[in-house]
């Protein structure tokens, strides 16, 4: 048995479907609330975690800690996890993402982290404008602005719209000129590459989260222009694609890095410069999938990673 940890069922539906389409029997463990009794042994199988560092946008900011309890449960058992609980402080952590690239030899953006508006205003200064600020602990893009002086920041920090990081700790980046408006996310399951998605930035701004649910307003289900795109969307043009054309030697450095990391499920994001550098910034291991780039891929992510899970859970006693 494979049992999928997660705490937002809107994302579900498309992993049911390739689990399903591959006979694999799956259950599902939303860590939305729940008890944990440790005197009793877990179950028998393989435990996938999917947490995002997003789930405090969705009301269950709670759901991370409870997920460190579960996947520390687990493997004090010996229970096979897959993206356990290292990979989940990979997940809740920009800085740790950073880092660990960097350790491995991957360019990253010039970053500074900083605690306190006023720690933040002084990170600032030591990068040239124009920058971003990021929340450490985020995901879909929130929480993302770019300011073209330190002046511009203080001002949205003394502001009404000011967005607090759940953690305590704001990043300030070089903005990244890049070279095309898009960037690349290389999709990467059980050591091998899927597939690699391009995201227009020029129309989804930095709101780039690939699944179809992020996409839709669920008061109204339609869909959502992203705060910062400054083209409104057009119909006709997919904001997500395949890219078929990333260097091999760079897909290389990621699947070393998977390897390394214990990132069984994974997407790496990167942007080309406009300076020739290539940089790669964020780590996703709650990857999400694009239907319609699915739809062209020469094989399925989710079905991938349904075929991974099964794998392992057959081999169990």
């Given amino acids: 048995m494979v049992y999928a940890l997660h705490e937002n069922p809107e994302w579900w539906p498309p992993f049911a479907d390739a689990f399903a389409a591959e006979g694999v029997p799956v259950t599902e463990w939303l860590l939305t609330e729940g ?4 005197t009793e042994a877990p179950p028998e199988g393989i435990f996938w975690s999917r947490l995002s560092a997003s789930s405090h946008t ?17 493997e004090s058992h010996g229970r096979r996890t897959v993206n356990g609980r290292r990979v989940l ?33 002084r990170a600032a200064r030591s990068v040239p404008a124009p920058f971003v600020t990021k929340h450490n602990q985020g995901g879909k893009g929130l929480g993302v602005h770019r ?10 920090l003394a502001g ?21 408006p898009r960037i690349t996310r290389v999709e990467i399951v059980a050591g091998e590459l899927v597939y690699a998605i391009s995201a227009d930035t020029a129309r989804g701004g ?31 043009q997919e904001l ?28 790496i994001e990167f942007i080309e410069a406009a300076d020739g550098r290539v940089l790669t910034y964020d780590v996703n291991t709650n990857t999400n999938y694009n239907a319609s780039v ?16 099964g794998s392992l859970a057959a081999r169990l006693p």
């Fill in 206 to 236: 930095f709101q780039l989260c690939p699944a179809d649910a992020c996409a839709l307003d669920p008061a109204t289900g339609r869909p959502v222009v992203p705060p910062g795109a400054t083209l409104a969307p057009d119909p006709d």
């Fill in 240 to 267: 997500f694609t395949l890219r078929e054309d990333v260097d091999p030697a760079l897909v290389q450095q990621y699947l070393a890095f998977a390897d390394r990391m214990g990132l069984e499920v994974c997407g």
């Fill in 58 to 74: 969705r009301g269950h900011g709670l759901s991370k800690d409870y997920a460190r309890a579960v996947l520390s449960w687990l």
């Fill in 35 to 38: 008890t944990l009794d440790l």
């Fill in 89 to 121: 402080e990979l997940e809740m952590s920009k800085v740790d993402q950073l880092t660990a690239l960097r350790a491995a030899g991957i360019a990253v953006p010039r970053t500074v982290a900083a605690i306190g508006p006023e720690q933040v205003l």
């Fill in 160 to 180: 009404p719209d000011v967005e607090h990081p759940v953690d305590g700790i704001t990043l300030v980046q070089e903005y990244v000129q890049a070279a095309e």
């Fill in 294 to 309: 699915e739809a062209v891929a020469p094989r399925s992510g989710p079905r991938a990673l349904a075929r991974h899970l």
């Fill in 147 to 156: 300011f073209d002086s330190v002046e511009e920041l203080a001002e949205h």
